[in-house]
C-alpha cells in the first residue's frame, strides 16, 4: 500500500514551483529544478501533479485564492482605495512576480490561460464588482455599463504600471488613480 502521502511536501513543492517560476520564468521551470528547489524527488512531483501545466494551474489558484482584500466600509472612495491597495500589494508579492512571468506563456498555453483567466482575474473582477454593486446600491453611483467598464481603469493601470513600465505601485499611485481617474469617470456615468 505505501506510505500516506506528506501534505507538507505538497506546501514544500507548491513554494518552490512559485521561486522556480519567479527565478528561471515558464521555460525555465521544469519538474527537476522543482524537485531540487522542494527538496524532493521528482517522482513525488508527479505523483500529484501529472504534468508542469496541472502544478502550475494548481500553485496559481492557491496562491491567489484569498489574497486580495474585499472591502466594505460604507464608502466608495475607502473601498477603491483598500481594494488597489490590496491589488498592489498582490502584485508586488511572490504569486504577482510568478504571475508576471506567466503572461508571456499564455498566450502559447490556452489551459494555463483558462486557469487565469477563471481563477486570479475572476476573483479580482467580482471583488470590484462587489465595491462597484454596493456603491449603486448606496446611491453614490448610478447604475450602468459604464460604470462597470469605467471600474476597469483602476486595475487596468496598476497592471500595466506592473507588467509592462515597471513603475512603482506605491500608496500615491493608488492614491491618484482612485481620487483623480477613477471617481472622476465613475461618477460621470
Given at each position: 500500500m505505501g506510505r500516506p502521502r506528506d501534505p507538507s511536501r505538497d506546501d514544500a513543492i507548491k513554494v518552490a514551483a512559485l521561486q522556480v517560476l519567479a527565478g528561471a520564468g515558464y521555460c525555465g521551470l521544469t519538474m527537476d529544478a522543482v524537485a531540487a528547489a522542494a527538496g524532493v524527488g521528482k517522482a513525488t512531483i508527479y505523483?500529484?501533479?501529472?504534468?508542469?501545466?496541472?502544478?502550475?494551474?494548481?500553485?496559481?489558484?492557491?496562491?491567489?485564492?484569498?489574497?486580495?482584500t474585499r472591502p466594505d466600509t460604507g464608502c466608495l472612495r475607502e473601498d477603491l482605495l483598500v481594494l488597489l491597495h490590496s491589488l498592489a500589494?498582490?502584485?508586488?508579492?511572490?504569486?504577482?512576480r510568478a504571475s508576471r512571468t506567466l503572461l508571456g506563456a499564455l498566450h502559447h498555453e490556452p489551459t494555463l490561460a483558462e486557469v487565469f483567466r477563471q481563477g486570479p482575474l475572476a476573483r479580482w473582477q467580482k471583488a470590484f464588482t462587489e465595491?462597484?454593486?454596493?456603491?449603486v446600491d448606496r446611491g453614490e453611483l448610478r447604475p450602468g455599463t459604464g460604470v462597470r467598464m469605467a471600474a476597469e481603469a483602476g486595475p487596468g493601470i496598476l497592471l500595466q504600471?506592473?507588467?509592462?513600465?515597471?513603475?512603482?505601485?506605491?500608496?500615491?499611485?493608488?492614491?491618484?488613480?482612485?481620487?483623480?481617474?477613477?471617481?472622476?469617470?465613475?461618477?460621470?456615468?
Open positions: 505523483r500529484r501533479w501529472a504534468s508542469k501545466g496541472d502544478l502550475l494551474l494548481s500553485v496559481i489558484d492557491d496562491a491567489t485564492a484569498d489574497e486580495l500589494e498582490v502584485l508586488a508579492g511572490p504569486s504577482g465595491v462597484i454593486d454596493r456603491a504600471r506592473w507588467a509592462v513600465t515597471g513603475q512603482p505601485l506605491d500608496s500615491a499611485v493608488v492614491t491618484v488613480v482612485v481620487d483623480e481617474i477613477l471617481l472622476p469617470l465613475l461618477r460621470r456615468h
